[in-house]
């Protein structure tokens, strides 16, 4: 208690208090007395505000009961929900002890599910917490064998056939059996390790969605009621038609027929604009009056149509509210889904391969061959920026996401490999040797700007056209895709 960096208030207002108006960035370890819900004593809870590296500001708060040994821990994130739901997708294989110290974090809004096994702990079940695989598990066992002897006294039926389920839950557990862990969560806040990171993991997939209403409105968001009866109406309708084949579509995510209509790319960056206009400056800007998609109030959106040389007509738009000061800028495509897939290659060789310009659709992936770095679509979104401005936010990216990269968890050869490939990254950006940069799209809307005039003069610029595989046209929601109507209706007022 002697440490000027423990402190011990009376109550958990005091600490929140503290907390909040702490800045010092040594991250105090607060305590608070409270009841311990065992023994009805009073046990000790320490609060310490801290960041995990490379990944984000939690709250974690431990509890301990002197009198019972009673003891608890809990994780709460202290900073804010991102803009984008996350779903990880992670296939476990038998006999493979690695996969289950793999760490996690799950919020306290996150579901968890073993499609296998029909299992599911929704998010109230098992509230914040650091953990691993096994952890989680082990966790959900312990959970349902509290009360089996309670259980089978009242229902003995009920308590037979959670015997059995434990029988397989456990064989997940102890890797006796092949599973699937999916972790969703609607803030984003959750996380499931990456042991291979920076390179890609065969066993894991990510995926970021846009939340709907009744998610908006389970987190705090303020929406509106039409917005969720036009929401459950789609739902309702979509039930209706799959009927038949008992076959639910989910709705595409952020790519996607729709999408390849609706976004070239989500982008928060201020100076996108700024990036376009050198370019050619709009003619005319349009305003419409739009609703803000973080507290809903009215706010003004401004859209202008620009064409950008070798490339192809965009328009561009960006909304500001007042009330909360949030701000959002977009880039969507002009025209129709191009035919082809796209990959441009650049080999940058002089400092001035820097500053090209980069439109980066959230369709696109990024390769650089000499790193073995591979980021899939989506990673990073949609941006407009430059070439060492995507290497930085690639960078920035990865210690954002991949949490635990510094901390005590890690082991020291893989910390020296994060080393290395940060240091190869500010290597590539110094200049000292030439490399390459790979973007490739599946629909066209991504490019780099030429250093000549001529396209065809740059000869470290590479454009290929490809013809998208039936799994891509799959994954953008193309292959569902019927425009017979519309083509005979166009055919008709062709002819007449």
């Known amino acids: 208690m002697a440490s000027n960096k423990e402190k011990i208030l009376d109550d958990v207002g005091s600490v929140v208090e503290a907390i909040s108006a702490d800045d010092d960035n040594a991250a105090p370890l607060y305590e608070v007395e409270s009841l311990c819900m065992r023994c009805s004593q009073n046990g000790t809870t320490r609060f310490l505000l801290t960041s995990i590296p490379h990944f984000r500001k939690v709250l974690l708060s431990a509890f301990e009961c002197p009198h019972c040994g009673e003891r608890n821990n809990e994780v709460q994130f202290a900073g804010e929900i991102q803009p984008k739901g996350c779903h990880y997708h992670l296939e476990v294989q038998s006999g493979d002890p690695k996969m289950f110290s793999r760490q996690v974090v799950k919020s306290e809004s996150a579901t968890i599910k073993i499609p296998e096994l029909d299992f599911e702990i929704p998010p109230e079940a098992q509230r914040g917490s650091l953990s691993t695989v096994e952890g989680i598990l082990v966790r959900a066992i312990d959970g349902l064998q509290a009360l089996q002897e309670e259980r089978k006294k009242a229902d003995p039926q009920t308590a037979e056939a959670i015997d059995q389920f434990l029988l397989k839950l456990k064989a997940c557990a102890t890797g006796e059996s092949a ?10 806040n959750s996380f499931i390790e990456n042991p ?7 066993s894991l997939n990510i995926k970021f969605y846009d939340r709907t209403p009744e998610q908006q409105a389970s987190l705090g968001y303020l929406v509106e009621s039409s917005q969720l009866n036009e929401h459950a109406a789609e739902a309702s309708l979509g039930e209706t038609n799959n009927g038949s084949d008992q076959i639910r579509r989910q709705p595409h995510g952020s790519v996607g027929a729709a999408a390849g209509q609706k976004a070239i790319a989500q982008s928060n960056s201020a100076e996108f604009a700024e990036a376009l206009f050198r370019y050619s400056a709009p003619e005319e ?27 192809q007509e965009v328009i561009v738009m960006a909304s500001t509210c007042d009330a909360c000061g949030y701000r959002n800028s977009e880039l969507k495509p002009g025209g129709p889904i191009p035919e082809k897939g796209k990959r441009i290659t650049l080999c940058v060789k002089n400092i001035n391969d820097l500053s090209r310009d980069v439109i980066k659709s959230d369709t696109a992936s990024v390769k650089v ?23 930085t936010k690639i960078s920035e990216s990865l210690e954002r996401v991949h949490g635990f990269t510094f901390g005590d968890s890690l082991d020291e050869s893989k910390k020296n490999k994060w080393l290395d490939f940060k240091a190869s990254l500010n290597k590539i950006l110094s200049m000292s ?5 790979i973007l490739d799209d599946a629909l066209a809307n991504s490019f780099i700007a030429p250093a000549t005039d001529d396209i065809k003069d740059d000869h470290q ?6 013809e998208r595989s039936w799994e891509q046209n799959e994954e953008l929601g193309l292959n569902d895709i019927d425009t017979s109507s519309a083509d005979a209706a166009y055919e008709e007022n062709t002819r007449g």
């Open 179 to 188: 599973f699937t862990f999916i972790l969703d969560d609607p803030t984003g």
């Open 285 to 311: 800007v349009m305003t419409f009056p739009s609703t803000c998609g973080v507290c809903a109030a009215r706010c003004e959106t401004r859209m202008f149509v620009t064409r950008i040389p070798y490339f």
């Open 369 to 391: 061959p000499e790193l073995e770095l591979e980021l899939a679509s989506g990673t990073l979104g949609g941006i407009v920026t430059t070439v060492e401005g995507l290497i």
């Open 461 to 466: 610029l590479i454009f290929e056209d490809y």
């Open 433 to 437: 040797e030439p490399w390459t940069l």
């Open 196 to 202: 291979f990171a920076p390179s890609p993991d065969p």
